[in-house]
């Protein structure tokens, strides 16, 4: 386990576990942001650069911004501030601890996960490239269908009603 | 360099802490932002497979992530509509206040 490892998963927990704890949303985004941050930092030290940018462009650049849109949009002075966590909190907490718990304990026990990483791979963008015009075309352009079917969906269902009757 | 179990650890520590936030926040769109970690943590070990297995030249770890990205994306999107249409019904994002199917 080597140092950047460790810098970098701890700045990922942290700012995923902050993002999933703080009491104001807006900051809630604002560490999310670091966690997306971190893991992209992550797949670059994995050699997998078209990912680790696309994650900032996707996660950090698209996602967080449009959570902010909607937490402003959806942002109501209260008086009486409800608590952040829902009632049942403790069951909920005990549930993601028992999953870590089950997870960490297979990832423990499995001979898989004891091999060292092959030789040093050299993936650029073009091999990406070509490869998503051969052999996966076809899941390709299923998915450009379905983000054109999601982003329409998307506005149809946040559209106001009350225009349309005008 | 590092072995495959010590990110395999990390990336089931941040699936756990998104579950947490999507079992236990109370705002609507921070409990999306937990299933978001939690797709993103899968990511994390495709990639994380796709390094230190036997053939990474054929690119299906990273092209199933792209595609993951995606998906998530569109999720996003749509879920946050779904969000601001329901607001716009009951006037608040805390799910323990939209209790009701029809009304």
Known sequence: MNAIFLILAIVTVLGTAAAMCLRNAVHCVLALTLGFTGIAALYLQLSAQFVGFTQIMVYVGAVAILAVFAIMMTHQPEPAKPPTFSNFWVWGSIVAAAVFSVLAWAIHHSSVTRQPPTTQVDINVQQIGVALMHHFVLPLEIMGLLLTAALIGAVVIAMDRKEETK | ?103
């Not at chain 2, 947490?20 to 409990?31: K, Q, T, Y």
Request: aromatic share 8%.
């Open chain 2, 1 to 103: 360099m590092n072995s495959l179990q010590n990110y395999l650890l990390l990336s089931s520590l941040l699936f756990s802490i998104g579950l947490a936030g999507a079992l236990i926040r109370r705002n609507a769109i921070l409990v999306l932002i937990g299933i978001e970690l939690m797709l993103n943590s899968a990511n994390l070990n495709l990639i994380a497979f796709w390094r230190f297995g036997p053939n990474p030249a054929a690119l299906t770890g990273v092209m199933f992530t792209i595609f993951s990205i995606s998906i998530a994306a569109a999720e996003a999107a749509v879920g946050l509509g779904i969000i601001l249409a329901a607001y716009r019904h009951s006037r608040t994002t805390d799910l323990d206040q939209m209790n009701s199917l029809k009304g």
